[in-house]
């Protein structure tokens, strides 16, 4: 079965900078768009990032652009989200997604398979 597992989390202060990964299996990864969302107590899971199965889109969340960055590597069926200038707002539990084919979208709903998450904290 399709098993997406992240790892990565942990405590940073604010500014500093932190490395998710989220690693793939039973799926052919280079079919399926993956993405980044994330959800802190009491609010709604929210998009962060996503990239396209072929590399063409990637798309970032307003409140992460310019400080985070989500690649992929297909031969490590593996995605990352590299987080910089962290700030105490992201602090949240991280999700990575996976979508089949080339669309990457902002919509929870859209995304088939979901990891269990990993939890960030940034203190000021």
């Known amino acids: 079965q399709v098993q997406l597992v992240e790892s990565g989390g942990g405590l940073v202060q604010a500014g500093g900078s932190l490395r998710l990964s989220c690693a793939a299996s039973?799926?052919?990864?280079?079919?399926?768009?993956m993405a980044w969302f994330r959800q802190a107590p009491g609010k709604e899971r929210e998009f962060v990032a996503a990239?396209?199965?072929?590399?063409?889109?990637?798309i970032y969340a307003d409140s992460v652009k310019g400080r985070f960055t989500i690649s992929r590597d297909n031969a490590k069926n593996t995605v990352y989200l590299q987080m910089n200038s962290l700030k105490p707002e992201d602090t949240a539990v991280y999700y990575c997604?996976?979508?089949?084919?080339?669309?990457?979208?902002?919509?929870?709903?859209?995304?088939?398979?979901w990891g269990q998450g990993t939890q960030v904290t940034v203190s000021s």
């Open positions: 039973g799926l052919t990864f280079s079919r399926y768009s």
């Open positions: 990239r396209s199965n072929n590399g063409i889109s990637t």
């Open positions: 997604a996976a979508d089949w084919g080339p669309n990457t979208g902002r919509e929870p709903r859209t995304y088939l398979h």
